[in-house]
Every structure is written in C-alpha cells, then in structure tokens.
C-alpha cells in the first residue's frame, strides 16, 4: 500500500509501470511464509517487509529488510552455482530420469486400463451371446450390461 502511494505521488496520479524486481514475488517471510511487500526505501536503498505483517498483523516478524542487498546474495549463489557447469548437468539429468520415470508410469496406466477394458468387452460378449440363446433374459441381461 505504502510503496504504491510513494510510487504514484511523485507522478502526480499518473500511472507508471510498476518497477518490477529480479525477485519480485519469490520472496517470502521466514516467518509465516506470506509474501513480501515494499515498505518504501530510505537512504540504503529500498526495504521489504512481511506483508502479512503489515496487513493483518497476525504474523510477528515486523523486521524490514534491504531488497538490493538480498538480489546482490541470491545472484552471487547463482553465478556461483551455473560457475560449475556439474550442477547443470546434474540438473538436466535429474530432469531427463523424472521424465522417464513419468513416462513409464503413464505407459503402466495405459496398460492396466487397457486390460480392464478387454475384460469389459470379454464380458460383455458372453452376455451378449448368453442373450441371443435366450440363456438370459432381457430384464436380467438390462442391469448387467448398464454396469458393464
Ligand atoms: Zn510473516
């Protein structure tokens, strides 16, 4: 609320793009997990703070943190990180095996749905063939077929 209303102020009402952060909408409290919202800035820059906190008051963690200084950290671990290329290629082969892994359970669905279904028309069938030697009739065969 607060950031918005600085926001606008100095432009007399008209309506800017709102600046958007590299970690805009990632950033939760440590606390209780609610978002974290711009209170402003002062002269170390801007500050975030808990939003539930600042909203409802149901969360305690009333602290205010510098956004800059929280991007500069997380982009440092991430040049880091991507530095050594092993975490990429651990990445990828983690995602290739979860692919596999989804693709062989959806082929084992398959499977099972498909025997399930020759059963059906298996039964069906004999049913049907109960029926037409008048083993059975219509009035029997009715409700067996509707659950078939
Ligand atoms: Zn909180």
């Known amino acids: 609320m607060q950031a918005r209303k600085e926001q606008t102020s100095g432009d007399r009402g008209r309506r800017a793009p709102r600046a958007r952060r590299v970690l805009s909408g990632l950033l939760r409290c440590g606390a209780c997990g609610g978002g974290m919202a711009m209170i402003g800035r002062d002269r170390s820059g801007p500050r975030i703070?808990?939003?539930?906190?600042?909203?409802?008051g149901s969360c305690t963690n009333g602290a205010r943190y510098y956004v800059e200084r929280i991007e500069e950290r997380v982009i440092d671990v991430l040049?880091?990180?991507f530095a050594d290329t092993r975490i990429i290629d651990e990445y990828v082969r983690a995602y290739r095996e979860e692919r596999r892994r989804i693709k062989s359970e959806l082929r084992r669905n398959r499977t099972a749905l498909e025997k399930a279904l020759a059963e059906v028309?298996?039964?069906?069938?004999?049913?049907?063939?109960?029926?037409?030697?008048d083993l059975i009739s219509d009035e029997e065969a009715a409700p067996l077929l509707q659950s078939l």
């Open 121 to 133: 028309l298996a039964r069906r069938g004999k049913l049907i063939e109960k029926m037409s030697r």
């Open 79 to 81: 040049r880091y990180q």
């Open 49 to 56: 703070q808990c939003s539930t906190y600042g909203e409802s």
